[in-house]
């Protein structure tokens, strides 16, 4: 079956402006999450959500980060005023529910550049 | 606080060797998982085995096989006979109560033909 895509998979944008990143989760995954990986480093969580809520968005690094999940399906990552070092691949995972048992699976990332 | 900690940043080794990697985690919670994932050049994530706190089993799955010692707060990982194929980065990570899922840094492999 299909998995996790996002889109666009890279992202040019000049310092100060808006970016949306758009996740599709595989079919029927409850859970959603989103991952920020800089060079070198591993993931780093930024929020997940239980079908339609944020279950936790403790990993968001400040108020021009914020992401949605209005239909508990598709997710959109929105940054505001964005700046040079929020430049890194932006990953999105789903898994079948919360419990942590459950693996994640990852799809391909955006790359997000600001210049 | 979680934490997971990879000490070996980068690892070469020639095809056909055998290579452990590394992983040491701290938590607090008596209940919690680990993982290992992998990621090839081309960039996705690819899951490669979960433990539980509970079941401190050894697990092999052909030439892969996870050595989880509570005792010392490790879940090293070991490619037998690697092949070029394995080269790759290859993240431990633990997830707890929170449900959050906090990676080490990685681990860079080269397998060299």
């Known amino acids: 079956g299909a998995g996790v895509s996002q889109t666009p998979s890279n992202k040019v944008t000049e310092k100060g402006k808006y970016v949306e990143l758009r996740c599709d989760p595989i079919?029927?995954?409850?859970?959603l999450y989103w991952y920020r990986q800089s060079l070198g480093q591993g993931p780093e969580f930024l929020i997940y959500?239980?079908?339609?809520?944020?279950?936790?968005d403790s990993g968001l690094p400040n108020d021009r980060f914020f992401a949605v999940r209005p239909e508990g399906s598709v997710s959109t990552l929105k940054i505001q005023r964005t700046e040079r070092g929020d430049s890194a691949v932006y990953l999105c995972?789903?898994?079948?529910?919360?419990?942590?048992?459950?693996?994640?699976?990852f799809g391909p990332g955006t790359r997000l550049t600001v210049t | 606080a979680q934490k997971v900690t990879q000490a070996q940043t980068e690892i070469s080794v020639v095809e056909k060797e055998d290579v452990t990697l590394d992983c040491v985690y701290e938590?607090?919670?008596?209940?919690?998982?680990l993982f290992w994932y992998k990621q090839p050049p081309s960039g996705e994530l690819v899951f490669l085995i979960r433990r539980n706190s509970f079941d401190e089993q050894n697990e092999i799955s052909g030439r892969y096989s996870w050595n989880f010692q509570k005792s010392t707060s490790s879940f090293n990982f070991t490619i037998t006979a690697s092949q070029v194929v394995d080269s790759a980065v290859y993240f431990c990570a633990l997830r707890g109560n929170n449900n959050d899922m906090r990676f080490g840094a990685g681990t860079r492999l080269t397998v060299k033909p």
């Open positions: 959500f239980q079908g339609t809520g944020a279950a936790d």
């Open positions: 079919s029927g995954h409850t859970a």
């Open positions: 938590t607090r919670d008596t209940t919690y998982y």
């Open positions: 995972a789903s898994s079948p529910g919360l419990a942590g048992g459950y693996e994640q699976y």
